[in-house]
């Protein structure tokens, strides 16, 4: 079997884990960000972008109607315009000059209180008015922020017991998929709060990558060389019918869907997010080619295999100062 490109991100990993010891980041990564830029990049949207935007940057133009194929293509053109080129650098450059910078502002949206509306009180037309004009305002506050978080707008019955409503309180961020986690840095772009565990992004990106590679092998070989499910593959045979045949498919049907939602979405500026969006989906598993494409330039255009501490160190600071030279006016003209 070929050298797989998740195969190396221990190594990958461990030199982050070095360089951070050595080198003070503005604003240190967390393992989501490592996994929002792994997933930047097995994003067919924002190759799409990278691809066009290259174009028009060296003078060329590109064909009449090349939005119409994406048509969110200013959406994920924002989130290239600040998280720029992901197959230019490895992770430890790529946070340098343009991840921290990104994740770095605190962001303006924030808890509110938007009005307490008391029983028995009679409200004239205009205090009504003045209630749905905060409550506008607020809204436009969100939506025109650069890469705001989901907010939940609430109603909260003030007869209610402090105890009921604690526990109404964590039923509703239940609901919504809403967990507390470690602190993760965020400004233009964020890190969504989510359950999900590391392992969870590792074993869907490396069962997504070996399916491009082997796009011919059945999902029961797949899962025995992926070997990312919980559950033991012994005896179970390509043609089985049985019920734990028919679990592990299930299984690895799952992770596929989950690894292109996730890039997917991370190119809409949103990550973790695991259901389906805005994007061709389904499609991209009959795409193995393009992707194999991906994982080429991933593995021979960029970095990886300079994974000399001492040298990434030694180069930093001016990569840092380059981006900011690129980023300010960007900043200022994007957001």
């Given at each position: 079997m ?6 190396e ?5 461990k030199?982050?884990e070095?360089v ?15 996994w929002y830029?792994?997933?930047l990049q097995i994003?067919?949207?924002y190759?799409y972008?990278?691809d ?5 940057k ?5 064909p009449?109607g090349?939005k ?7 959406h ?5 315009q600040?998280l720029?080129?992901?197959w230019?650098f ?6 340098a ?9 605190e ?7 938007l009005a307490l509306l008391q029983?028995?009180?009679?409200y004239s037309?205009?205090?009504i008015?003045s209630?749905?004009k ?7 506050h969100?939506i025109e922020s650069?890469?705001y978080?989901?907010?939940l707008v ?5 007869d209610?017991?402090r105890?009921?409503?604690i526990?109404?309180?964590i039923e509703?961020?239940?609901r919504y ?6 602190s993760t ?6 890190v969504k ?8 992004f590792?074993?869907c ?14 999902l029961?070989e797949?899962?025995?060389m992926?070997?990312?499910?919980k559950?033991s593959?012994?005896?179970i ?8 045949a ?5 299984g ?7 690894a292109i939602?996730?890039?997917e979405?991370?190119?809409r500026?949103?990550?973790p997010?695991?259901g ?16 194999q ?6 593995q021979?255009t ?7 501490v ?7 600071p001016?990569l840092?100062?380059q981006a900011k030279?690129?980023?300010l ?7």
């Amino acid at each position: 079997m070929e050298k797989l490109l998740s195969d190396e991100f221990a190594i990958h990993d461990k030199t982050l884990e070095e360089v951070c010891q050595k080198f003070n980041f503005d604003v240190k990564p967390s393992w989501h960000h490592k996994w929002y830029f792994r997933f930047l990049q097995i994003s067919a949207s924002y190759r799409y972008v990278r691809d066009c935007e290259a174009v028009m940057k060296s003078g060329g133009s590109n064909p009449e109607g090349y939005k119409d194929y994406l048509p969110d293509y200013d959406h994920v053109n924002m989130t290239y315009q600040g998280l720029y080129d992901v197959w230019h650098f490895d992770f430890v450059r790529w946070w340098a000059t343009f991840g921290q910078l990104q994740f770095s502002k605190e962001q303006d949206v924030r808890f509110r209180e938007l009005a307490l509306l008391q029983f028995g009180k009679k409200y004239s037309d205009d205090e009504i008015l003045s209630v749905g004009k905060k409550y506008q305002n607020y809204i436009n506050h969100v939506i025109e922020s650069p890469a705001y978080p989901d907010v939940l707008v609430l109603g909260v019955p003030m007869d209610k017991t402090r105890n009921t409503l604690i526990k109404n309180f964590i039923e509703i961020m239940d609901r919504y998929n809403v967990y507390p986690q470690e602190s993760t840095a965020h400004g233009n772009f964020f890190v969504k709060q989510s359950k999900l565990k590391e392992s969870a992004f590792r074993d869907c990106y490396r069962t997504f990558e070996l399916r491009m590679r082997y796009p011919e092998i059945s999902l029961i070989e797949l899962a025995k060389m992926a070997n990312t499910l919980k559950t033991s593959l012994a005896g179970i045979k390509d043609d089985s019918e049985s019920d734990a045949a028919h679990s592990v498919r299930s299984g690895i049907k799952k992770q596929l869907t989950m690894a292109i939602n996730i890039a997917e979405a991370a190119a809409r500026s949103s990550f973790p997010h695991t259901g389906k969006g805005p994007g061709i989906h389904s499609s991209y598993l009959a795409r193995p080619d393009f992707f194999q494409g991906l994982f080429k330039i991933i593995q021979e255009t960029t970095p990886y295999k300079t994974q000399d501490v001492k040298e990434i160190v030694k180069g930093l600071p001016a990569l840092i100062q380059q981006a900011k030279d690129y980023n300010l006016d960007k900043l200022e003209r994007l957001y």
